[in-house]
T-cell receptor
Framework: GQSLEQPSEVTAVEGAIVQINCTYQ??????LSWYQQHDGGAPTFLSY????GLEETGRFSSFLSRSDSYGYLLLQELQMKDSASYFC?????????FGSGTRLLVRP | EAGVAQSPRYKIIEKRQSVAFWCNPI?????LYWYQQILGQGPKLLIQ????????DSQLPKDRFSAERLKGVDSTLKIQPAKLEDSAVYLC???????????????FGPGTRLLVL
């Protein structure tokens, strides 16, 4: 079967760093994506890792270890607007399989 | 560039009624997806089209759900008859290239919030 595990909720302070982990079990793995979704909004693409290592895009970084079936999203210099749900999604063959999401709450 | 358009944005129906959702993907995008997102969960793929052909509909409850993408552009998703457990947000997404292989960023529409009473 296919499954993804990520924490349901994370709370952090404005300006801090937070890491959201994702472990997966799937067949036909191509890569790991991260999407952000604000309440009532549409998911928006943040990053994609096909190879092991760290990818950095501004304040956000994403990491993948294929051997450990593990990845994480790192958010630095947290801002209030980063309060949202974050989904990891496995690219398996031709489709994306989403995790259940991590709700991030950024406190002042 | 215009994003993915969906309508209606909200719909309230009674169980056993029928409902239809419409999606207009980003111009030129070959692949179109319909997802169901139940509150507190991640999006679940219902059906994936490449142009006007179905790539995957393994999680589409075919006894009540149907979808089509005529002429490889717009798409409609229909539920008939609706059940209480169909209450969810129905998201449409599109991506530029052909399905499979490398990463293809999916662009999501604002979704249709369905409440079945």
């Amino acid at each position: 079967g296919q499954s993804l595990e990520q924490p349901s909720e994370v709370t952090a302070v404005e300006g801090a760093i937070v890491q959201i982990n994702c472990t997966y079990q799937t067949s036909g793995f191509y890569g790991l994506s991260w999407y952000q979704q604000h309440d009532g909004g549409a998911p928006t693409f943040l990053s994609y890792n096909a190879l092991d290592g760290l990818e950095e895009t501004g304040r956000f970084s994403s990491f993948l270890s294929r051997s450990d079936s593990y990845g994480y999203l790192l958010l630095q210099e947290l801002q209030m607007k980063d309060s949202a749900s974050y989904f990891c999604a496995v690219k398996s063959s031709y489709k994306l399989i989403f995790g259940s999401g991590t709700r991030l709450l950024v406190r002042p | 560039e215009a994003g993915v358009a969906q309508s209606p944005r909200y719909k309230i129906i009674e169980k056993r009624q029928s409902v239809a959702f419409w999606c207009n993907p980003i111009s030129g995008h070959a692949t179109l997806y319909w997802y169901q997102q139940i509150l507190g969960q991640g999006p679940k793929l219902l059906i994936q089209f490449q142009n006007n052909g179905v790539v995957d509909d393994s999680q589409l409850p075919k006894d009540r759900f149907s979808a089509e993408r005529l002429k490889g552009v717009d798409s409609t998703l229909k539920i008939q008859p609706a059940k209480l457990e169909d209450s969810a947000v129905y998201l449409c997404a599109s991506s530029l290239g052909l399905a499979g292989g490398n990463q293809e960023t999916q662009y999501f529409g604002p979704g249709t919030r369905l409440l079945v009473l």
